[in-house]
């Protein structure tokens, strides 16, 4: 049974003697006035339900930042609707289910309806229950479109997905053409980090008491870095346009030790719960540019992940089905190392303060995600499904269709080679020239073996080594495989790999 927030001072009182007809349940990855359910709700006759459910709370040991960045923003939507006329019930029950179960002994058995849920889990579990779905415009491309896209393609090459949405929906094409010339700005954009560089202050975001009660329910000291409403979400889109747009490409693959978020936009968590639209971004970052504020490259490349990532990887999770989460294609068998959880059991610079930069507040741009923490998983051989849990659980952005093609796919390679044509393995060379941590570090990047030898490095070969068979049939690993033949301290090495394996294990290494 369902338990109302003792809310109702901060919520102005509700229109009596309506009529309901419709239930509107609100996923708290659904906060937006204007799509999903909303695109024709109506004050007089919905009852919008949201529920904050013990699973979602307290069923997983979730990072508390996300879950108290989560819970904030619904309940300060939840607030908004009944300011704007809505009769709201923002319910704390034991699933979902519940809750919902609870709404309907309240205004009788109405048809409930929800946009399209973003796992197949939750998917399953509303249709059960007889929840119609509206379907989920939050994106900019329908689940059916996408598989349409999918169903004709050979090989699932993002970058032939992102062309297509470029034409389909008309951004940064005249004719036909691309914007500047070129559909893709990448090869300016690999930039290591600047020395002596002035990065613009970040947007701090204050708390009111509404964020304070969630902080208190949770036993949290909140963080200023994400804004828990739709006014503090568009101020952070309006203070990236206006500070960081057009530095944002030629350094957005590096990673720089004094500056935990340089030019990226801290707009994912918005846009994955709902408070911006998908369309929001695009249009302020084209008409940055055709104001003449910001470099094409900046823009593709900004345009690239909002319209060609994250629609593909959303679609991509719903094409490929359930069973795709379970995947292990590497039979990596490692259970979680423990500096995943606790950042004070490595010695591995790089790896120690990107987890540090986690435990404080949920986040790490893609870089120090792909190519530090899920590198580290994949040359270890961690178990996909355990390190999926973790991203899942950890990071304030994440959600079922984000993590699952991210990581299953592209960070661990465990589907094979269906997202993916070759594995994001690296060792400490690529590190030490993207980011600025080797100086700071015990190893050495240069070294592969050896009690000084650089982690990444090590196991990036043993990596290689472990899997030969496999990826020399691989035309984009085939190379790096045949490399192994050249190393002359090959059983050194593999004796140190062992090394560190049980190292990381013990959190020693
Ligand atoms: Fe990371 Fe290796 Fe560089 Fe140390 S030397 S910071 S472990 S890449």
């Known amino acids: 049974m369902g338990q109302r927030l003792g809310q109702r001072e901060v919520l102005l009182p509700e229109v009596q003697g309506l009529m309901h007809t419709r239930i509107l349940y609100l996923a708290h990855d659904h906060l937006n006035p204007t799509h999903g359910v909303f695109s024709s709700a109506n004050p007089a006759t919905d009852v919008v339900v949201l529920v904050e459910s013990a699973r979602m709370v307290t069923g997983r040991p979730w990072h508390k930042e996300r879950l108290f960045f989560l819970l904030a923003s619904a309940r300060h939507f939840a607030a908004g609707l009944q300011d704007a006329g809505f009769t709201v ?25 929800c946009a399209e849920p973003s796992s197949f ?27 349409l896209w999918a169903e004709s393609q050979k090989t699932f090459v993002m970058e032939n997905f992102y062309r297509a949405q470029r034409n389909r929906l008309g951004i940064l094409v005249a004719n036909g053409q691309p914007e500047g010339g070129r559909w893709n700005y990448d090869a300016d954009n690999r930039l290591p980090p600047p020395k002596n560089y002035t990065w613009p202050a970040i947007l701090e975001h204050q708390r009111d008491e509404l964020d304070l009660q969630v902080a208190t329910q949770l036993n949290h000291t909140a963080t200023t870095t994400w804004a828990t409403t739709r006014q503090g979400a568009l101020a952070q889109l309006d203070y990236f346009i206006e500070h960081h747009l057009a530095g944002f490409g030629p350094y957005e693959d590096a990673v720089a030790a004094d500056n935990w978020a340089m030019h990226h936009s801290l707009l994912s968590p918005y846009l994955n719960n709902g408070l911006l639209h998908a369309s929001e971004l695009v249009a302020a ?50 259970k979680l190392l423990p500096l995943f959880t606790d950042s004070s059991k490595t010695k591995m610079n790089c790896v120690g303060s990107v987890v540090a930069n986690m435990e404080k507040r949920a986040w790490v741009h893609h870089i120090p995600r ?116 050249r190393l002359s301290d090959l059983p050194e090495l593999r004796e140190r790999a062992q090394e560190v394996l049980a190292g990381l294990e013990a959190g020693t290494i």
């Open 285 to 334: 970052a084209t008409k940055a540019y055709e104001l003449g504020k910001a470099p094409i490259e900046s823009v593709e490349a900004f345009v690239r992940q909002v319209i060609g990532w994250r629609e593909y990887i959303n679609g991509m999770y719903w094409f490929l089905g359930e069973d795709y989460r379970e995947r292990n294609g590497l039979n990596a068998t490692r």
């Open 121 to 147: 889990r939750q998917f399953r579990l509303l249709q059960d229950f007889g929840v119609e779905f509206v379907e989920n415009d939050l994106f900019l491309t329908t689940r059916k479109l996408f598989a």
């Open 89 to 113: 019930r923002y319910l704390q029950a034991a699933t979902t289910i519940d809750g919902l179960a609870a709404a309907r002994n309240e205004f009788g058995d109405l048809p409930i309806y």
């Open 370 to 485: 792909l190519m530090i923490l899920s590198n580290l998983a994949l040359v270890t051989g961690t178990n996909p499904q355990e390190f999926l849990d973790w991203m899942r659980e950890q990071f304030i952005d994440a959600t079922e269709w984000v993590m699952v093609p991210n990581v299953i796919g592209m960070a661990v390679h465990a589907d094979g080679g269906t997202l993916m044509t070759k594995p994001y393995a690296a060792g400490g060379a690529y590190i030490s020239r993207m980011t600025q941590y080797c100086k700071g570090c015990a190893y050495d990047p240069k070294l592969r073996a050896g009690s000084n030898a650089c982690p990444f490095t090590t196991l990036y070969w043993d990596f290689l080594d472990r899997h030969s068979e496999t990826f020399v049939k691989n035309h984009r690993m085939s190379q790096q495989v045949n490399g192994l033949k």
